[in-house]
């Protein structure tokens, strides 16, 4: 009787045992599929920056704002759902089928460094499109047409130095702007870059 009582109690243990390492196995596979599908999204996400980028330089020779609306209008309905498919993915590390915390954390950190970007991003582009104080073109609505040929331009004023100075203190501010948002940029694909190798650090060890 207790030869039997013991291989009873060494079957379960090793039911037990096999039960677990079965749920581990399937835990990580589950996990590297969801990191796996990060990646595709990040991949999206890049593809929309090299398409908005392009259309803006289009913009910018063309003038077309109409077609660069649209473009903007598209590339903010591709990040949005790229932003919805990653937070679905970060409260699923957080459910107790996966149960990986840090790795929630990671998408959570990755998802702050985009909004940050996409935001730097289309400052920089607002920027640009307005260009320097001292440098965009002189609107004519407001002046004068007395005969067909002949026009009162009420931009006509003496530079004064006041007027100078202001001007020059509009530029350095415009370039501040501008490179700030620059260094902005830079600095959070920088971090969501160290943020990825950590992704891919993770799916190596997941595969090994």
Do not use: W
Not at 92 to 109: E, I
Not at 194 to 200: G, M, P
Request: with cysteine; proline share 2%.
């Amino acid at each position: 009787m207790e030869d039997f009582k013991k291989v009873s109690l060494a079957d379960a243990e090793a039911t037990e045992t096999e039960a677990e390492e079965a749920s581990s196995s399937r835990k990580s596979s589950n996990t590297l599929l969801l990191l796996r599908r990060f990646l595709e999204i990040q991949q999206r996400r890049a593809q929309a920056y090299a398409k908005l980028k392009q259309g803006f330089a289009e913009y910018m020779v063309s003038g077309g704002e109409l077609g660069y609306q649209q473009l903007c209008s598209e590339i903010t309905v591709e990040f949005n759902d790229c932003s919805k498919q990653v937070i679905e993915m970060e409260s699923l590390f957080l459910n107790p089928d996966y149960d990986r915390l840090d790795l929630a954390n990671l998408l959570r950190a990755i998802q702050t460094q985009e909004k940050q970007k996409l935001h730097l991003t289309a400052t920089i582009q607002l920027l640009k499109k307005a260009g320097r104080p001292s440098e965009r073109l002189v609107n004519h609505e407001n002046c004068r047409f007395p005969k067909p040929m002949e026009h009162e331009c009420v931009h006509l004023h003496e530079i004064t130095e006041a007027a100078g100075t202001e001007e020059a203190e509009a530029d350095a501010e415009y370039d501040n702007a501008l490179k700030e948002a620059i260094r902005g940029v830079q600095d959070a694909v920088t971090t969501i870059n160290e943020h990825l190798e950590e992704v891919k650090y993770e799916i190596e060890a997941l595969e090994s």
